[in-house]
């Protein structure tokens, strides 16, 4: 299973909120470079980037952190937020991301979203399934769509989507543990590359969602607020 730094940018920082409210921004290093190359330093290799700013205002907003990282690290990058179009997401390839992460462009705009898998393939574009109450959100996770998680994943994968991060709002950045039981319930469903995202705490939660059947598994606040060492997650690397 993948080990996932998470990596969250407001004004060109880093920061980490709590169940996405940007009421709650933390502040955790000023420099997200700094922090990326002790991720490296580590033998971390994925990193999820993520421009909240981006995400709330529906436009590109701190791809210039993602240069900078991508000039002095070697790690391998997603990019979420702020995607609206074609031209967006090869700026962010361009700028050194891997692979495209698409939430809120696959829940209002699928015809876009599909553009984008069928000319980038499936190695290239993750589908952010983001969701709350089982219910898919989108917007910097402002917006509700009404659409249940599991379709709204088996819907992308019968489309040709392999890679999905899932994540749950009610647990992101509470630090009390993952939505291991629905991750086992989705995979017992269907095949996709699924990756866990909120709520992970300890090594144990890591070994819960290794367990379940997940490819990868995004780690943030943990890190963030010493709950996992970095230590620790290069012996899982």
Known sequence: M???LAMDIIDGKCVRLTQGDFRTKKI???DPVEAALSFEDNGIEYLHLVDLDGAKDKKLKNIKVLEKIKQRTRLKIDFGG???????????LNAGARQITGGSIAVNEPL????WLDKLGPEKVILGADFLNRKVATGGWLENSGKEITTFISEYRSKGVKYSICT????????KGPSTALYREILNSLEICLIASGGISSLKDIEEVRKAGCEGVIIGKAVYEGKITLKELSNLC
């Open 2 to 4: 993948r080990i996932i």
């Open 28 to 30: 955790y290093n000023e």
């Open 82 to 92: 702020g995607l609206r179009n074609y031209e967006d997401v090869l700026t962010v």
């Open 112 to 115: 876009t979203f599909i553009e």
């Open 168 to 175: 749950d709002i009610s647990k992101d950045g509470m630090l």
